[in-house]
């Protein structure tokens, strides 16, 4: 699907997004700013920005192989994972002055385990997350910020102090309010800006000091609300899964006719469908509740997959959606559960549901597509 915007926000964006130490990675790194890398959208960004740092989700772009990480993990580990540690050894993470695993899954656990050891990452630090969304798992969650939070003031010499918590509280919560308005722009009849284009624009918030890129996308929402917007589409779609940053690979779903409108990924709707509230009081206490019980979960959580179901049906009520492909990293266990599960729900309630395997890199694009093509011819618009 051909976009017509033309827009230097929307350029920034997606130069963040293609590349690692992107130009305002760069830029921080120069005026003396420090790096925080993380591994997990349930890692908690307010507390690297409240100790002034700039929080980076880790990713493997550019990578070209894993010949490297191979000799450390094995075959049945995730390509996300060994990418994402071969780059490390390959020495392509030395911007980041830190990096934060979190128990998300065995694959990650692993990449922890090996990068302490043989990556020259200054600080790296591993938070224990919890399995279940009720209020002693809450409590658990806000011990490991504690933790989190002692080990960045040892480690950096800085002070964060529940002043600097609820300043970057707001910021965040700005950032998640100004992705929401994009969001709402993609209920229209004939969207702005296309799946591709959005994912971008998402990927790079984890990727830019959150100022300049509240900011880029204040002038972005303001170039595209009054947009026509995309009319030739067949099916308006809903993307599901965990860690997909590569906006190459809706592009080829989308330049089959389908037209991603909304999502539940780790770089979409499940980072900032929910503010986290603000006040006075605990900061990390209203942290925590807001990352483990607040906002739409990941299929770890156990007990927690009625509440994921009623977010998907309100997504596809909500933006219109024809259709859900479920996207899936191989040897990802928890998401081949949801997806078996999700699917026969969306069948059930007339919504066609797709599931697509793939590897991190984007590859296989003949299949990808006939498996769109085929898909799409399944919907009756």
Not at 353 to 363: G, H, K, Q, V
């Amino acid at each position: 699907m051909q976009t017509s915007i033309k827009s230097r926000a929307l350029k920034e964006f997606a130069e963040a997004t293609a590349t690692l130490a992107n130009p305002a990675v760069e830029e921080w790194k120069r005026q003396g700013g420090k790096v925080v890398g993380y591994f997990c959208s349930y890692f908690p960004e307010e507390i690297a920005t409240a100790a002034g740092f700039l929080p980076f989700r880790m990713r493997a772009t550019g990578s070209k192989g894993t010949e490297l990480a191979d000799a450390y993990l094995s075959s049945i580990n995730c390509s996300f994972t060994r990418h994402c540690f071969n780059m490390g050894l390959l020495g392509e993470y030395g911007f980041i002055d830190g990096a934060v695993c979190l128990s998300t899954c065995d694959h990650v656990r692993r990449v922890y385990d090996n990068w302490k050891w043989k990556v020259n990452t200054p600080f790296v630090h591993m938070m224990s997350l919890p399995k279940k969304v009720e209020e002693p798992q809450v409590g658990w969650y806000r011990d490991e910020m504690v933790n989190l939070k002692q080990a960045l003031e040892k480690h950096f010499s800085v002070k964060i102090t529940d002043d600097r918590l609820w300043e970057a509280i707001r910021l965040h919560n700005e950032t998640r309010r100004l992705q929401r308005q994009l969001y709402e722009l993609r209920k229209r009849q004939n969207p702005p800006i296309t799946g591709a284009e959005a994912l971008s624009v998402m990927v790079a918030g984890t990727a830019m000091p959150k100022q300049q890129y509240n900011l880029l996308l204040r002038e972005l929402l303001d170039e595209i609300s009054q947009r026509e917007g995309n009319a030739d589409y067949k099916a308006r779609l809903m993307i599901l899964g965990g860690i997909l940053d590569d906006p190459g690979y809706i592009e080829v779903i989308e330049e089959q006719g389908g037209l991603v409108v909304t999502d539940m990924l780790c770089f979409g709707t499940k980072i900032m469908w929910k503010d986290v509230p603000e006040g006075t009081g605990d900061p990390l206490a209203a942290l925590a509740q807001y990352y483990i019980a607040e906002r739409p979960s990941c299929p770890r959580m156990f007990g927690d997959y009625p509440r994921r179901a009623d977010f998907v049906r309100d997504m596809v009520r909500e933006f219109k959606v024809d259709g859900i492909i479920g996207e899936r990293l191989i040897f990802c266990d928890l998401w081949a559960l949801e997806h078996y599960l999700q699917a026969k729900e969306s069948k059930a309630g007339g919504v066609p549901y797709l599931i697509l395997d793939r590897e991190y890199l984007l590859a296989g694009i003949g299949q990808l597509r006939t498996r769109v093509q085929a898909f799409l011819e399944t919907i009756r618009r």
